[in-house]
């Protein structure tokens, strides 16, 4: 059973940064993809960044320039650095990773924005 760990959210100013980090347990695997989503209250799950295989990266445009997505197979991890963070970032941030035909959750981490 894999299981992903969340980490690094929390309570930021406009303008400020965080970086999340999600880990995934058991042993090495072969990700399809790793990524971030995130939801606020009363919205759908929404994309934030994806790493797609090893090497292309997929960002939504309201994070562009912003938030940077990294992630290292050897490691099982995936993370997101968010600068120059916006009221309208606040969410529960989830990571997913997709290995094989299977998709894995984080139970997501809290982000808010607010001075």
Known sequence: QVQLVESGGGLVQPGGSLRL???ASGTRFSFRSMGWYRQSPGKERELVAVIIGTAKTIYADSVKGRF????DNTKNTVNLQMNSLKPEDTAVYH???VIGIYDYWGQGTQVTVSS
């Open 95 to 97: 990571c997913k990773m």
């Open 68 to 71: 940077t997505i990294s992630g």
């Open 21 to 23: 980090s999600c880990a």
